[in-house]
C-alpha cells in the first residue's frame, strides 16, 4: 500500500515537470517574421487608358410607326348600281389596272342599246337633209335641227358607253391591297366616304420615326438607318425626308426612312430605328480593356494608389477599336489597356498612360480570387 502512494506521488511530480517544460518553450519560441508590404518597387509597370467620353456610331435611335409611302383609295365613279363581283381580297398583289371590282351592267346595257337605235335614226335624218342647203326644200332651221338632233344621240350614247367602261373597277396604281370593305350586292356609292380599297402603291412602306428636337438636325437625307421590326427580324433602310416641322407639344419632329419592299413590312405596326450614321459622345474604352468570362464583362480599374479592381461593366456599341460602356466606372477613371495583364485584384501597379507599343506581346487572362 505504501509502495502504490509512492509511485503516484512520484507520477504526479512528472506530469507536472513536463507541463512546465512545455509552457517554458512554448514562451520561449521566437515571433515569426512578418511578410514585408509590397513596394512600388516590386509593382508590375501595366499600360493604362481613360475611360473617356467618344463619338460612337449608331448612338440615335428612335421608334415609330411603320406606315404607306403613299396610299390610294379606290372608289366608284357611278351612284346606284349593284356590285356583282370582287376579284381580290386584302394582301393580294395588283397591277395598275386590273379589275378589281365589276358592277352590274345589265339595266345600263338595255339603255345602250336603245340609245344606239335612236342614234342611228337620228344620223339617217341627218344625212337626208345633206346637200339640200339653199335649196328650198327645207327651212335652214329644219335642217340644223335634224343636224343638232344627230349630234345630241351620238353624244348621249358616247355617255353611256363611257359610264359602261367604268362599271369595271379598276386598279389606278399597282400595289398591296391593305383594306378591302366591298361585298357583292353592295350598292355603289360615289365619292363615298369608305373606299371600297385602299392600297399601297408599289407596297412602299416606311419608317415614320419620331426623333427629339435636339437631335433632327444630326439626321441627313440619305443616312442609313437599321430597322428592328416587332418580330425580332431587322432591315436596312435610309432617309428619305426629314421633316421641317417639330410638334409644339411634345417637341419632337418625324423622319421619313425608306425601306425595301419585304412581305413583312405592314403599315400600323411598330419599328426601331438605329441611325448608324449619326454620331453621339459616350463612355468607352480600348476594346482589349475589356475582358469577358463565366461573370460577364468587366475592366480592370486602377485606383489612386495605384492598386487595382476588377470593376464589372456593361458594353454597348462598338466603333474604331472602343467599346462602349453602359454601365462601369466614371469619365476619367484608369483602366488596365489590356485585361490580360497578370495582376491580382488588390496588386500594386506603376501605371504607364499612352498608346501600347505595335510589338507589345500578348498577355494572358487576369485571374480571378
Known amino acids: 500500500m505504501r509502495v502504490e502512494r509512492t509511485a503516484a506521488r512520484i507520477w504526479c511530480v512528472l506530469l507536472a515537470a513536463g507541463v512546465a517544460v512545455t509552457l517554458v518553450g512554448a514562451c520561449s519560441k521566437k515571433p515569426s517574421a512578418a ?45 346606284g348600281y349593284r356590285v356583282a363581283k370582287v376579284y381580290f381580297d386584302q394582301g393580294a398583289w395588283v397591277k395598275a389596272g386590273q379589275p378589281l371590282v365589276q358592277l352590274d351592267d345589265s339595266l345600263l346595257r338595255a339603255q345602250i342599246a336603245q340609245q344606239a337605235a335612236q342614234t342611228e335614226q337620228a344620223q339617217e335624218q341627218a344625212r337626208r337633209v345633206s346637200g339640200l342647203d339653199n335649196e328650198g326644200v327645207l327651212s335652214a332651221e329644219q335642217i340644223s335641227t335634224r343636224r343638232l338632233q344627230a ?6 350614247l358616247a355617255e353611256l358607253k363611257e359610264r359602261q367602261a367604268h362599271m369595271t373597277i379598276r386598279a389606278p396604281v399597282g400595289g ?25 402603291r408599289d407596297g412602299l412602306v416606311e419608317l415614320n420615326a419620331e426623333v427629339a428636337e435636339d437631335d433632327l438636325g444630326r439626321i441627313r437625307p440619305g443616312d442609313p438607318v437599321q430597322v428592328t421590326l416587332p418580330d425580332g427580324s431587322s432591315v436596312t433602310g435610309d432617309v428619305r425626308l426629314v421633316d421641317p416641322l417639330v410638334d409644339a407639344q411634345n417637341k419632337l419632329g418625324h423622319v421619313r426612312v425608306r425601306l425595301p419592299v419585304r412581305a413583312n413590312l405592314r403599315p400600323g405596326g ?24 463565366a461573370d460577364g464583362a468587366s475592366v480592370v480599374v486602377v485606383g489612386a494608389d495605384n492598386r487595382v479592381t476588377q ?6 456599341r462598338r466603333s474604331g477599336g472602343y467599346v462602349e460602356l453602359l454601365q462601369g466606372p466614371p469619365t476619367g477613371s484608369r483602366v488596365l489597356s489590356r485585361a490580360a495583364a497578370f495582376v491580382l485584384p488588390g496588386d500594386l501597379v506603376r501605371p504607364l498612360e499612352g498608346s501600347e507599343p505595335a510589338t507589345a506581346p500578348a498577355t494572358a487572362s487576369v485571374r480571378a480570387h
Open 35 to 79: 511578410k514585408p508590404a509590397a513596394t512600388a518597387g516590386d509593382a508590375r509597370t501595366v499600360r493604362v487608358a481613360r475611360v473617356e467620353a467618344r463619338p460612337m456610331e449608331g448612338g440615335l435611335t428612335a421608334s415609330g410607326l411603320l406606315v404607306s409611302r403613299e396610299e390610294a383609295a379606290v372608289n366608284s365613279d357611278l351612284t
Open 176 to 200: 398591296l391591297i391593305l383594306e378591302k370593305n366591298v361585298r357583292p350586292g353592295d350598292i355603289a356609292s360615289a365619292g363615298g366616304a369608305t373606299p371600297m380599297y385602299r392600297m399601297v
Open 151 to 156: 349630234k345630241a344621240a351620238e353624244a348621249a
Open 270 to 293: 411598330f419599328g426601331r430605328g438605329a441611325f448608324v450614321g449619326v454620331s453621339l459622345a459616350a463612355n468607352a474604352v480600348p476594346e482589349t480593356a475589356v475582358r469577358f468570362d
Open 311 to 316: 470593376v464589372p461593366v456593361k458594353t454597348g
